[in-house]
């Protein structure tokens, strides 16, 4: 595949870098000649995105023929449709749609090669309160869909999000330990964790033996989406410092968002190469 060297680190795409105008071979394309090692597919909370859960295996073979020609491979799968739909909500309804989403996502993943499903930290929507009811249900919930992910090879992790319930790392560490699984680790953000006020050096010290990819991004506090690189807080050059010296090796999804006033390969690219440079100033790359 295109991008991979032993020993070196993988740098993905989030597919919501590219305008939704684009098709999966200008998409895979595009990132190749930007220079990632892999994308990152979404299924956001869009009832579009959602839909490609049931695709039939024709679709899913094409798409995997795609990736394999271009050497692009879909190597993660940032499933935040469950910000919509949280598997811990009073709502059973939304709670069951939540449960069916991430089996779908699983058997989908499988299908397609994905190694690891990032699980959105939410446990309610955004009108429920947060409550210990809540956090339990979607504990018990994620178990159950981890007994088929675990058959089937496919890692969930949960990712730290703008929200109190998993705004650090240690929440998500409850559920790690609680389950304790292989097959449940943990996606880290380290922009979601500066722009939540969080310690990064200290979260990512302490739970970095259960981290499998990290999601890089730039923000503010307070600000978690749509802050440009290098227009932000977050302190790169200390967080790769902190994944080296703890031997972090997973894959690494630069998350960014399109915009249709601009040119987005040129952003994409000058992006890589941005953060590159930090990789390079922490003998990371």
Same mark, same amino acid.
């Given at each position: 595949?295109?991008?991979?060297?032993?020993?070196?680190?993988?740098?993905?795409?989030?597919?919501?870098?590219?305008? =939704?105008?684009?098709? @999966?071979?200008?998409?895979?394309?595009?990132?190749? &000649? $930007?220079?990632?090692?892999?994308?990152?597919?979404?299924?956001?909370?869009?009832?579009?995105?959602?839909?490609?859960?049931? @695709?039939?295996?024709?679709?899913?073979?094409?798409?995997?023929?795609?990736?394999?020609?271009?050497?692009?491979? %879909? %190597?993660?799968?940032?499933?935040?449709?469950?910000?919509?739909?949280? !598997?811990?909500?009073?709502? #059973? &309804?939304?709670?069951?749609?939540?449960?069916?989403?991430? !089996?779908?996502?699983?058997?989908?993943?499988?299908?397609?090669?994905?190694?690891?499903?990032?699980?959105?930290?939410? =446990?309610?929507? $955004?009108?429920?309160?947060?409550?210990?009811?809540?956090?339990?249900?979607?504990?018990?919930?994620?178990?159950?869909?981890?007994?088929?992910?675990?058959?089937?090879?496919?890692?969930?992790?949960?990712?730290?999000? =703008?929200?109190?319930?998993? &705004?650090?790392? &240690?929440?998500?560490?409850?559920?790690?330990? =609680?389950?304790?699984?292989?097959?449940?680790?943990?996606?880290? +953000?380290?922009?979601?964790?500066?722009?939540?006020?969080?310690?990064?050096?200290?979260?990512?010290? +302490?739970?970095?033996? #259960?981290?499998?990819?990290? #999601? !890089?991004? /730039?923000?503010?506090?307070?600000?978690?989406?749509?802050?440009?690189?290098?227009?932000?807080?977050? +302190?790169?050059?200390? $967080?790769?410092?902190?994944?080296?010296?703890?031997?972090?090796?997973?894959?690494?999804?630069?998350?960014? @968002?399109?915009?249709?006033?601009? /040119?987005?390969?040129?952003?994409?690219?000058?992006?890589?190469? @941005?953060? +590159?440079?930090?990789?390079?100033?922490?003998?990371?790359?």
């Amino acid at each position: 595949m295109a991008g991979f060297k032993n020993g070196k680190l993988s740098i993905g795409l989030y597919e919501k870098a590219f305008p =939704d105008s684009l098709n @999966w071979e200008e998409k895979l394309l595009s990132a190749r &000649d $930007a220079g990632y090692s892999f994308m990152e597919l979404s299924i956001d909370e869009t009832d579009e995105r959602i839909a490609r859960l049931k @695709w039939d295996i024709a679709k899913k073979k094409n798409l995997r023929e795609f990736s394999e020609k271009i050497g692009i491979p %879909l %190597l993660t799968m940032c499933l935040s449709a469950n910000r919509r739909f949280p !598997i811990g909500s009073s709502y #059973h &309804d939304i709670q069951k749609k939540g449960m069916e989403i991430i !089996i779908d996502a699983i058997w989908f993943a499988f299908q397609l090669g994905i190694r690891i499903v990032q699980i959105a930290g939410y =446990d309610v929507v $955004a009108e429920e309160e947060s409550t210990d009811l809540s956090k339990v249900t979607f504990g018990m919930n994620l178990k159950e869909c981890l007994n088929l992910a675990a058959s089937l090879g496919v890692m969930l992790a949960i990712e730290n999000v =703008d929200c109190e319930f998993t &705004d650090s790392l &240690d929440k998500i560490m409850r559920y790690v330990k =609680d389950i304790n699984s292989p097959w449940l680790q943990i996606y880290s +953000d380290i922009g979601n964790l500066t722009a939540m006020n969080q310690d990064v050096t200290k979260q990512l010290q +302490d739970y970095g033996n #259960h981290i499998a990819a990290i #999601h !890089i991004k /730039d923000t503010r506090s307070g600000i978690a989406r749509n802050v440009p690189f290098g227009e932000g807080i977050v +302190d790169f050059i200390s $967080a790769f410092n902190t994944l080296r010296n703890i031997g972090f090796y997973g894959p690494m999804v630069l998350e960014m @968002w399109a915009n249709g006033k601009k /040119d987005n390969y040129n952003i994409i690219k000058d992006s890589k190469e @941005w953060i +590159d440079g930090k990789l390079k100033r922490s003998y990371y790359l």
